[in-house]
C-alpha cells in the first residue's frame, strides 16, 4: 500500500504561482510513475504531468512552459511548480504514484492516489 499526503494548494491571483507537494509513504517500486491529475468542476479528471523513476517527465499540452514537475527520491516526494496561472487552472489536484512489476503475464501497474488539493485561480 501507498499512502499520499498532498500540500501547497490555494487561491492565487492568475499570473501568479504555486508549488504542490507530495509525499508518498509505503511500499514505492523501484519502478514507478508519480505525478499530477486535475479535475475541475464539471470536467473529466485529466493528467497534468508525470515523471518516471528515471526521471522523464510528460506534461499535458495546456501546462507545458508553466508548470514544472519534479521528484526528490531520498524523500519520496513529487513537486508541481505552477507559474503563469490562468483561470482554467483551478481544479482539484490529485497526486498519482504507479508502481510497476513485472510479472511472468507482463508488467502490472497499482495506481494510488492523494484525496486532493484544491487550486483556484482568479481573475
Known amino acids: 500500500q501507498v499512502q499520499l499526503v498532498e500540500s501547497g494548494g490555494g487561491l492565487v491571483q492568475a499570473g501568479g504561482s504555486l508549488r504542490l507537494s507530495c509525499l508518498a509513504s509505503g511500499s514505492i517500486f523501484s519502478s514507478n510513475v508519480m505525478g499530477w491529475h486535475r479535475q475541475a468542476p464539471g470536467k473529466q479528471r485529466e493528467l497534468v504531468a508525470v515523471i518516471t523513476s528515471g526521471l522523464s517527465t510528460n506534461y499535458a499540452d495546456s501546462v507545458k512552459g508553466r508548470f514544472t514537475i519534479s521528484r526528490d527520491n531520498a524523500k519520496n516526494t513529487v513537486y508541481l511548480q505552477m507559474d503563469s496561472l490562468k483561470s482554467e487552472d483551478t481544479a482539484v489536484y490529485y497526486c498519482?504514484?504507479?508502481?510497476?512489476?513485472?510479472?511472468?503475464?507482463?508488467?502490472?501497474?497499482?495506481?494510488?492516489w492523494g484525496q486532493g488539493t484544491q487550486v483556484t485561480v482568479s481573475s
Open positions: 498519482y504514484v504507479q508502481n510497476r512489476r513485472l510479472e511472468p503475464r507482463g508488467r502490472r501497474d497499482y495506481d494510488y
